[in-house]
C-alpha cells in the first residue's frame, strides 16, 4: 500500500508542481502586488528610512531634503524614475510632475536643500507632500484596495470617500454584478425548458437536440462573439431583417449597447447553463413521477412537487457556471459593448496594458477572485457538491 | 409520463427557438464567409471562395494559423502526459486530501480568464517568459490540462483496479504495469482529454492576448486584431474554418465517448 502511495505521488508530482509554479504563484503574486508598495523604497531608500522617522509635524529635516534631491537625481540618471513617479502621480495627480522636475533639476540644487527644494517647487514646502512620500514608504499600503472602492485615506489617515467626479469602480462592481446576474437568470429560464424537453425527447430527437446545444458549447467564444459583431452592425443582418418586418424605420445603433452585450453573453453562456440541467434531469429517476401519479398527483403538481424539486441542482449548477463566467467574461463586452457596457475585467485589461499601474489591476483583480470564490462557496453550500466546470471562454 | 399537450407544444416550441437562437448566429458566419462581395448581406448575392483565397494567401493569416497549430501541438503534448498520470496518481493513491488536490489540480477552469492572464502577465515576464513560445504554452497548458485530468478521472472509474494488481502479482514493475494495462484500457478518455487540451489551445484567446509578443499572433488574436481594425469577410472564412475545427472536435470526443461507453458494457 505504501509503495503505491508512492507510486501515485510521482505521477502527481509533476502536474502539481507545473500547476504551482505557472498559476498558483502568479495569482499569489498578484494578491500580494494589491497590498505591496515597494516603489518609493526602492527608488528612494535613504528618504525612506529618514521619513520613517520623521514624526510629520511641520516638515522633515534638511537630511530629508538633500536625500530626495540626490536620490531623485540618481534614479532618472539610471532610468528607474518611472515607478516611483508614477507610484506618487496616483497618489496625487501633479506629483509625477513635481518629482520629474525635482530630478532634472539634479545640480542645480544645493545646500540648504530646503531652501532650494522649496524655491524649485513651493509644495516641497507643504508637509503633506512629504507625509505622502512618507505613507508611500512600504513595505504594504491599502491604497489600491481602498481606491478600488472609490475610497481613499485624508491627510490624517483615516478612510473616507473619494470625491463623486472621480467615482468609478462602486458604478462599475454594481454594473458588473447586474449584468451577470440578468445573464443568468435569462439563461436559467431560457435552458431549463429547453434542458427538460432534451430530456423528455425520443431518439434520435433528443441527440439532435443535444448536438445542437453541444456545437455552439464546443465552439469559441470569439468566434460567435465575432458571429454578433457582424449580424448587430448598421448595415447588418438583424438591422435589415427589423426594416423588414417594419419594427424599425431606420437602421438603429446596436453594436455599443448593453443590448449587444446581453446578447452575446446568453449566447455564448447559455450552452453551460443547459448541460448541467441536462445531465441531472437525465440521471432523474421516472418511478418518482409515477409513484405521484398513482397517488393522484396531475401534471402540474408532478412538476412542481417532484420534477422541479429534484432537478434543482442542476438548475444551481448551471446558474452557478454561467453567473462564474459572466463575472469574468472579457471576449464578449470587449468587442460588443461600447464605453459604459464595460465590466470589471476590462479595467483590469487597461490597467496593465494601457495605464500601467499593476496594482490596481490587482486589486481588482483580487476582488474578482473573491467574488467568484464567494459564488463556488454559496453553491457547493446550496448543493452540497462540487461545479462541474467546462468552461472556454 | 406524459406532459399535457399545451404545455408539451410550448415547450418544443421554445426549445426550437432557443436552438435557433444558438444556431443562427454561426451559421450567418458561415453563409457570409462565402460572399461575393465585402458587403455581408443576407441572403447572400452570390457564392465566392475569393475570402478563403485571401485567408490563404494573405501573409498574416498563415502566420497566425500556423502559430495557432503550434502552440495547440506543443500545449497537448505537454498537458496529455501530465494530466493523465496525475489522473492515474489520483485514482490509484489512498491517501487524505485528494478532493482537495482534484479541486488545485482544476482550480485554473473557475479562475476568471482576465485574472490568470494578468498574474502570469506579471509573473512570466519576471522570469523573462513573456513574449516566448514556452511562455504561451505553459499557459495554455495550465488551462487545458485540468480537461485532461477531468477525462482521464472519468473513465478510469470503469477501470477495474483487479487487472493492476493482477500485472503485480505476475512480476510487473509498477510503471510498466501502468503503461501496459492501465493506458491502453482508459485510451478513450486519455485521447478525449487530449482532444479537448488541444481545441482549448486553439480558441484560447485572453491568455494569448497578454502573454504573446508582438509576433506572436495566433488566429483567435488575429481575428481579434482584424475585427477591431476593419472588418472584412476574411475574418468570417477564418471563424468559419476555426468552427470546423470545432465540429470536428465535437465528432472525435463524441466518437470516443461512445467508445468509452462501450469498452464498459463489454
Known amino acids: 500500500m505504501r509503495r503505491t502511495n508512492w507510486l501515485a505521488a510521482l505521477l502527481i508530482a509533476p502536474l502539481l508542481l507545473l500547476i504551482i509554479g505557472s498559476f498558483l504563484m502568479p495569482v499569489g503574486l498578484t494578491l500580494f502586488r494589491a497590498v505591496a508598495d515597494r516603489e518609493v523604497a526602492a527608488a528612494l531608500p535613504d528618504t525612506s528610512t529618514i521619513l520613517a522617522a520623521w514624526d510629520g509635524q511641520r516638515l522633515p529635516p534638511e537630511a530629508a531634503f538633500a536625500a530626495v534631491a540626490r536620490e531623485l537625481a540618481a534614479a532618472l540618471e539610471e532610468r528607474r524614475i518611472g515607478d516611483v513617479a508614477q507610484r506618487m502621480n496616483f497618489e496625487r495627480t501633479g506629483l509625477r510632475t513635481l518629482l520629474l522636475r525635482t530630478a532634472r533639476a539634479g545640480d542645480r540644487l544645493q545646500a540648504p536643500y530646503v531652501a532650494s527644494l522649496v524655491a524649485l517647487d513651493a509644495r516641497w514646502g ?248 464567494a459564488v463556488i462557496a454559496l453553491t457547493r453550500i446550496l448543493t452540497g457538491g462540487t461545479i462541474q466546470a467546462g468552461a472556454r471562454a | 409520463m406524459r406532459d399535457h399537450p399545451l404545455a408539451r407544444l410550448l415547450l418544443r416550441g421554445t426549445t426550437v427557438l432557443v436552438l435557433g437562437f444558438l444556431m443562427a448566429p454561426m451559421l450567418a458566419v458561415v453563409v457570409l464567409s462565402f460572399s461575393p462581395t465585402e458587403l455581408m448581406v443576407l441572403p447572400p448575392r452570390g457564392f465566392s471562395l475569393r475570402w478563403y483565397e485571401d485567408f490563404l494567401t494573405a501573409g498574416r493569416w498563415v502566420l497566425a494559423t500556423r502559430n495557432s497549430f503550434v502552440v495547440a501541438i506543443a500545449t497537448t503534448i505537454l498537458a496529455t502526459p501530465l494530466g493523465t498520470a496525475a489522473a492515474i496518481g489520483l485514482q490509484l493513491g489512498r491517501f487524505r486530501g485528494k478532493a482537495l488536490l482534484v479541486t488545485l489540480l482544476t482550480l485554473p477552469l473557475v479562475t476568471p480568464y482576465i485574472v490568470t492572464a494578468a498574474s502570469m502577465y506579471f509573473a512570466y515576464s519576471l522570469a523573462g517568459l513573456s513574449g516566448s513560445l514556452l511562455g504561451l504554452v505553459l499557459g495554455h497548458t495550465v488551462v487545458a490540462v485540468p480537461f485532461v485530468v477531468m477525462a482521464v478521472l472519468a473513465t478510469l472509474q470503469t477501470f477495474d483496479a483487479n487487472l493492476l494488481r493482477a500485472a503485480a502479482s505476475l512480476g510487473a514493475a509498477p510503471l510498466p504495469a501502468i503503461l501496459r494495462v492501465v493506458v491502453p484500457n482508459t485510451w478513450p478518455g486519455i485521447a478525449a482529454g487530449a482532444v479537448f487540451a488541444f481545441a482549448t489551445s486553439l480558441d484560447e484567446f485572453v491568455i494569448t492576448l497578454f502573454l504573446a509578443g508582438p509576433g506572436q499572433f495566433t488566429l483567435p488574436r488575429q481575428m481579434y486584431a482584424s475585427v477591431r481594425e476593419f472588418l472584412t469577410p476574411t475574418i468570417l472564412a477564418a471563424a468559419t474554418l476555426l468552427f470546423l475545427c470545432s465540429l470536428i472536435f465535437l465528432l472525435v470526443s463524441e466518437a470516443l465517448r461512445l467508445r468509452a461507453a462501450r469498452k464498459v458494457v463489454r
Not at chain 1, 143 to 161: C, I, K, S, W
Not at chain 1, 269 to 281: D, R
Open chain 1, 126 to 373: 507643504e508637509s503633506e507632500t512629504w507625509l505622502m512620500l512618507q505613507r508611500a514608504g512600504g513595505p504594504t499600503t491599502s491604497l489600491y484596495l481602498l481606491r478600488a472602492m472609490d475610497l481613499t485615506r485624508g491627510p490624517d489617515g483615516a478612510v473616507m470617500q473619494v470625491p463623486d467626479d472621480e467615482k468609478l469602480f462602486q458604478t462599475l462592481f454594481i454594473r458588473t454584478l447586474w449584468v451577470s446576474l440578468l445573464v443568468t437568470a435569462i439563461c436559467v429560464l431560457l435552458a431549463y425548458p429547453v434542458a427538460y424537453t432534451i430530456t423528455r425527447l425520443r431518439a434520435p430527437w433528443s441527440s439532435v437536440a443535444l448536438t445542437l446545444v453541444l456545437i455552439p458549447f464546443w465552439s469559441s467564444v470569439l468566434v460567435r462573439t465575432t458571429a454578433w459583431f457582424v449580424l448587430l452592425q448598421r448595415e447588418g443582418p438583424v438591422n435589415d431583417a427589423l426594416i423588414g418586418i417594419g419594427i424599425l424605420e431606420a437602421p438603429a445603433q446596436i453594436l455599443g449597447t448593453r443590448i449587444a452585450v446581453l446578447l452575446a453573453l446568453v449566447h455564448v453562456l447559455l450552452p453551460f447553463a443547459i448541460l448541467p440541467m441536462h445531465s441531472v434531469m437525465t440521471r432523474l429517476d421516472a418511478t418518482y413521477l409515477r409513484a405521484a401519479a398513482s397517488l393522484g398527483a396531475n401534471g402540474v403538481q408532478r412538476f412542481f412537487r417532484v420534477w422541479l424539486p429534484l432537478s434543482l441542482p442542476g438548475v444551481a449548477a448551471g446558474g452557478a457556471m454561467v453567473f462564474l463566467l459572466s463575472v469574468g467574461m472579457y471576449t464578449a463586452p470587449a468587442l460588443v459593448g461600447g464605453d459604459r457596457d464595460q465590466m470589471v475585467t476590462w479595467f483590469i485589461a487597461n490597467f496593465m496594458t494601457r495605464d500601467v499601474n499593476w496594482g490596481m489591476a490587482a486589486a481588482l483583480s483580487a476582488y474578482l477572485l473573491a467574488m467568484s470564490g
